[in-house]
């Protein structure tokens, strides 16, 4: 799911907040991490959903009611984030979700620990850096007062016949 991105509102993850949530744990609380948009979220919940009601899912066994492809599409991302595993075509949970996103907030925090500096045009050496250009939508001011004003006092290169 190109251009999805995890968004987790540390605030709810909190030890307070963390505690109330794991009285009424929800499927929805975990799409909403990984989506923003109602529908893929809904989507990705529903397949979460299913591998948890069957324990093991295979695609030939998703209901009728989304495509295969969409099925497919769903519980494939749930293995690229770590959630589910996918072996001998049967997708379900993994144990492996857990440790590397307590490793990951533990090399964050190392690195913001770290006095070291770091070149990013280096360590990015093929990334765009420069400013994009505007690629459409309103013309602003400062565009505006950049453009050669045309008052008409253009000569005309033209020789009349």
């Given at each position: 799911m190109e251009g999805d991105q995890v968004t987790i509102k540390y605030w709810e993850f909190e030890d307070a907040p963390f505690k109330e949530k794991l009285k009424d744990p929800s499927v929805k609380d975990i799409a909403k991490i990984y989506f923003d948009n109602e529908t893929k979220a809904y989507r990705f919940a529903k397949a979460l959903y299913e591998?948890?009601?069957k324990g093991q899912l295979r695609l030939k066994d998703c209901p009728k009611d989304l495509p295969i492809a969409t099925w497919k599409r769903y519980l494939d991302f749930g293995v690229n984030v770590g959630i589910l595993k996918h072996e001998q075509s049967e997708y379900s949970f993994t144990d492996r979700y857990t440790k590397p996103l307590k490793n990951l907030s533990t090399y964050i925090k190392a690195w913001t620990e770290t006095k070291k500096d770091e070149n990013l045009d280096t360590i990015f050496a093929t990334a765009k850096t420069a400013?994009?250009?505007k690629r459409g939508?309103?013309?602003?001011?400062?565009?505006?007062?950049?453009?050669?004003?045309?008052?008409?006092a253009e000569q005309n290169d033209t020789v009349a016949e």
């Open positions: 591998v948890k009601a400013k994009q250009q939508g309103r013309i602003r001011k400062e565009q505006l007062d950049l453009q050669p004003q045309n008052d008409g």
